[in-house]
C-alpha cells in the first residue's frame, strides 16, 4: 500500500503556517533555558587566559567561601571521566578538567556551584590561577604543527591530472582562505541536569538528544535507561548543538555533586570557545580547460585547523571530486593540530568553504577561455556521480541554472569587466553552482490513532527553527488521510523513538521515510484487527486494497465500502492502537543508483562604490533542487535563512584571534560582524526537480543548500564589476579599494 496516493486533499507541499507558532508568539514555547526545578542552583564557567602550557596552581579558596557558593571543582577535586563513545559525526569531544593542561585559550578549567547565577558568577572571578605558558601554535601554515591526513578516507584521484594539464589551453590557479566562523545562534547555549538516584533528566540546547543521552551514560557510567534529555524547542544551532560539549558533562557532574538540579548558561564570549565554530582553511586549486570549454583537469588541495586532541574533520576539497563531468580530478585534504577551540560543524560544513574556491576557480576558468560561465558549468554537466559511475537518484542541477538564470535575467549581463553601471556604482552579476552531498542516517518513529479520531506521531529529533514540527504533522496527516488539525507531532525527547541528529540535512528524509513506515504500518494494524470482523467492510482486505482518506480506510475499487477509525477503535474497545516505523539509508549499489543530496544555483547582483569600496548586494536569486518539498513555505525559509548566511560568510564573519595569546578578539554581537536587515537584499527562491527515487518520502533536505554558492557568486559579481579576483573571505572595505 502506498498511503501517498490516497485520493483525499494533499496537505503536503502546502506552505501552511507553523503549526508551533501560536507557542512561540504567546511564551508557551519552553525552550532548556526556561525550565527550573525546586532547589534547582546555578553553574558558572571560569575559562583559560592561555593558549597553551599548563596549570602551575590554581586557588579557589576566595571562590568557595563566597556568598551562595556550594562548591567548585576544578582538575585538583574532578573525577576521573572517560571520553565520550564514537558517533556517527567522528568521536566526542575529550573529557573536561582531566589534567592541568592547557589546550585552548577559554578551556574549562573550573566550575562553580551558588544558589544564584550572580553569585555563581562573581565566585568565577575570584578563582586565582598562576599558569606555566608555551608557545602556542596558533597558525594553520605553522611549520610546528602537526600534519595529519585525511583521517576519513575521503581524497580521491581519478584520471591523470598531470596529461590533462598538458592538454589544457588555459591553466588557472589559485589560493583561497576561509576564516574561522563561531555558530551563534541567538539562544544562549544552556543545560539543566538533576539527578535522582543513578538516573538524571537533562534539558540542554541540543541538536541530537539521544547523543547527549549516549554520551552522559558512557562518561558516567550509568544505564542510558535512567537518563532522559528533553528538548522540545532549542533556541537554534547551525551545528552548534551536534556534539556533547564539555560544559554539558560539567553540568551534570556537579549536580551530582551538590545534589542539587543545576543550571549552566554560557555567555556569549563562551559560545566562541565553547562549542565549536567553522574551521579555518587555505586551500589551493588549479584548472585546465580546452578552448572549447572542456574541463580537462582540477587539482583541489586543502588544510584546515582542528584542536589539539580532537578528531573533528572537514574534508573541503571533497566538492571537487562530484562537481564536474572532468576525466582527471585530484582532491586531497590535511588538517593541522593547533591551540585553538574544538572546531565543530557549523552550517554547509566543508562544502562552505570548498565551494568558494571550486566555484570562483570555475568563474576564472570560464573568463580566461572567454565563455559565459554559464555556459562553462553546463557544457561541463556531470549527469552521473563521477566517482561512482552510477546515474543520480535525481538531479535537477540544469533545471536550476537555466529557470534560475532566467528569472534572474542573467542573458541581460554584457560579459565585459566594468561594463554594468548604475551612477556611480560599478554593477556586477556573479554565479555559482552549489551542491551538499547525500547524508542519511538509520531513524525509528511511532504513530498512534486514538479513539477520538486524532493521531499522535512521536520521534526524538529536535527542531532547530527549520520546521520540523509542521512538515512532519503534514506528511503524517496525509499518510493517515486526517486534517492537520487531527495530528499531533511530537519531538525532543529521548524517551520517544531514536532519531539521528537535525544536522547534514539528512533528518528530513530519515525522520520522513521512517514516519511513513510507520503509518504503514498501523494500517496494516488496523486490517490485522478487522481481519476477521463481520461488521467490517473491510474484512479481509490487505494493504494493497485499500487507501485512506477523511480520517477512514476504504477499498480503493469501491470507496463506499470502508469505515472511520473512530468506528474501528470503537467496536473493538480500543482506545488507541500504535505502530513502529524505521528508516535506514539506501545502499547506492543495491538500488543501482547515487543518492543525491541538494543541488542549486546562485545568482547575485551586487554594487560597489569605487571611491569609498562600499559592497552591496542587490537582489539574489536561488534555484534550488531539493527533492520533494513538503512545505514550500518553511523550505524557502531555510533557503533566504542559508543565503543570508552566505551572504554573512561573504562580506562580515570572521573569528579573530590575537596572536600573541590565543585569545577571540571579538567575541561579542558588538565586535563580531554580522548582517542586519539593511544588509539583506531582495531574494527569490524557485524549487526544481521532482521527488528523489532513493526514498519513500522523495526528499532531500534544503538546510545547508541554502549557504552553498552565495560567497563565491559574491565574488565573482566582484570581479565581473571591478576586474578584482578576490581569495579571501570575508570581503571587505580594504580588498575593494
Known amino acids: 500500500m502506498t498511503t501517498l496516493e490516497s485520493p483525499g486533499r494533499t496537505v503536503v507541499g502546502e506552505g501552511i503556517e507553523r503549526v508551533d507558532a501560536p507557542l512561540k508568539v504567546t511564551g508557551g514555547a519552553h525552550y532548556p533555558n526556561d525550565f527550573s526545578y525546586p532547589g534547582m542552583v546555578h553553574a558558572a564557567l571560569v575559562g583559560s587566559t592561555i593558549a597553551a602550557g599548563r596549570i602551575r596552581s590554581i586557588d579557589a579558596s576566595d571562590a568557595q567561601s563566597a556568598p551562595g557558593v556550594l562548591t567548585v571543582i576544578t582538575h585538583l577535586t574532578a573525577p576521573q571521566l572517560p571520553r565520550g563513545p564514537m558517533t556517527q559525526l567522528g568521536s566526542s569531544p575529550p573529557a573536561p578538567m582531566q589534567d592541568d593542561r592547557i589546550l585552548h585559550y577559554g578551556q574549562h578549567i573550573a566550575i562553580v556551584v551558588a544558589d544564584s547565577a550572580e553569585q555563581a558568577r562573581h565566585a568565577a572571578s575570584l578563582v586565582r590561577v598562576e599558569y606555566e605558558p608555551t608557545e602556542a601554535l596558533l597558525d594553520v601554515e605553522d611549520p610546528n604543527a602537526e ?65 547527549v543521552r549516549t554520551t552522559l551514560a558512557a562518561v558516567f557510567g550509568v544505564p542510558e535507561s535512567g537518563i532522559r534529555v528533553l528538548a522540545p524547542f532549542v533556541g537554534g544551532g547551525f551545528g552548534a548543538g551536534l556534539r556533547v560539549w564539555s560544559h554539558v558533562i560539567l553540568t551534570a557532574l556537579a549536580a551530582r555533586e551538590v545534589r542539587h538540579p543545576v543550571k549552566l548558561v554560557l555567555t556569549r564570549p563562551q559560545m566562541f570557545t565553547s562549542v565549536g565554530h567553522r574551521p579555518n582553511s ?12 572542456n574541463l580537462v583537469a582540477i587539482e583541489h588541495h586543502g588544510i584546515s585547523s582542528v584542536a589539539m586532541e580532537d578528531d573533528d574533520f572537514e574534508p573541503v576539497s571533497s566538492c571537487s571530486a562530484v562537481s564536474y563531468a572532468c576525466p582527471n580530478v585530484v582532491t586531497r585534504d590535511r588538517q593541522a593540530r593547533l591551540n585553538i577551540p574544538c572546531p565543530g560543524s557549523m552550517r554547509a560544513p566543508a562544502e562552505g568553504q570548498g565551494n568558494f574556491a571550486l566555484e570562483s576557480a570555475i568563474d576564472e576558468a570560464a573568463h580566461a577561455i572567454g565563455m559565459d560561465p554559464l555556459e562553462l558549468r553546463l557544457r561541463n554537466y556531470a549527469e552521473d556521480h563521477p ?26 549581463r554584457t560579459p565585459d569587466i566594468g561594463s554594468m553601471r548604475d551612477g556611480r556604482w560599478l554593477v556586477g552579476y556573479g554565479m555559482a553552482g552549489a551542491s551538499y552531498p547525500f547524508y542519511q542516517a538509520p531513524c525509528q518513529a511511532r504513530a498512534s490513532l486514538r479513539r477520538d479520531g ?78 476477521d470482523d463481520d461488521k467490517s467492510p473491510l474484512r479481509g482486505a490487505s494493504a494493497d486494497d485499500v487507501t485512506v482518506g477523511e480520517g477512514r480506510l476504504h477499498r480503493i475499487s469501491a470507496p463506499d465500502q470502508g469505515e472511520p477509525y473512530t468506528d474501528i477503535l470503537a467496536r473493538h474497545g480500543l482506545e488507541e492502537v500504535s505502530a513502529d516505523g524505521r528508516s535506514t539509508p539506501p545502499d547506492g549499489q543495491q538500488i543501482g543508483m547515487a543518492p543525491s543530496g541538494a543541488f542549486g544555483a546562485k545568482f547575485v547582483e551586487i554594487r560597489i562604490d569605487p571611491g569609498l569600496g562600499l559592497l552591496r548586494v542587490r537582489r539574489v536569486v536561488s534555484a534550488i533542487d531539493g527533492g520533494r518539498i513538503l512545505n514550500e513555505k518553511t523550505a524557502t525559509s531555510q533557503i533566504v535563512g542559508g543565503t543570508v548566511g552566505g551572504i554573512s560568510q561573504a562580506m562580515f564573519e570572521a573569528t579573530e584571534t590575537d596572536e600573541g595569546t590565543g585569545r577571540i578578539a571579538n567575541p561579542t554581537f558588538g565586535d563580531y560582524l554580522m548582517p542586519v536587515n539593511a544588509d539583506v537584499p531582495d531574494m527569490e527562491v524557485i524549487f526544481c526537480g521532482t521527488p528523489d527515487r532513493a526514498t519513500k518520502a522523495g526528499t532531500k533536505g534544503v538546510g545547508e543548500i541554502g549557504l552553498v554558492g552565495v560567497a563565491a557568486a559574491i565574488g565573482n559579481a566582484i570581479h565581473h564589476a571591478t576586474g578584482r579576483r578576490l581569495r579571501s573571505l570575508p570581503f571587505t572595505i580594504d580588498q575593494l579599494l
Open 282 to 293: 587555505v586551500q589551493q586549486i588549479r584548472i585546465g580547460a580546452t578552448r572549447a570549454g
Open 454 to 531: 486524532s493521531a499522535y506521531v512521536r520521534s526524538a529529533a529536535t527542531d532547530i527553527g527549520t520546521g520540523t514540527y509542521t512538515v512532519m504533522t503534514q506528511f503524517a496527516a496525509e499518510l493517515l488521510g486526517l486534517e492537520i488539525s487531527r495530528v499531533r507531532f511530537d519531538l525532543g525527547d529521548s524517551d520517544m523513538p531514536y532519531a539521528p541528529q537535525a544536522g547534514g540535512s539528512g533528518l528530513t528524509s530519515a525522520l520522513a521515510n521512517a514516519i511513513h513506515t510507520a503509518c504503514d504500518n498501523l494500517v496494516h494494524e488496523l486490517l490485522d484487527i478487522v481481519r
Open 147 to 211: 600534519i595529519l591526513d585525511n583521517p576519513w578516507g575521503l581524497d580521491s584521484e581519478r584520471g591523470d591530472v598531470s596529461a590533462g594539464f598538458a592538454e589544457a589551453d588555459v591553466v588557472v590557479e589559485g589560493r583561497y582562505t576561509t576564516p574561522d566562523n563561531t555558530n551563534n545562534p541567538l539562544g544562549l547555549m544552556s543545560t539543566i541536569a538533576s539527578w535522582h538516584g543513578d538516573s538524571v533528566t537533562v534539558h540542554d540546547s541540543t541538536q541530537w538528544p539521544h547523543n
Open 387 to 412: 566517482l561512482l559511475g552510477l546515474p543520480w537518484s535525481s538531479k535537477a542541477l540544469r533545471d536550476c541554472y537555466t529557470q534560475g538564470a532566467e528569472r534572474f535575467g542573467w542573458s541581460r
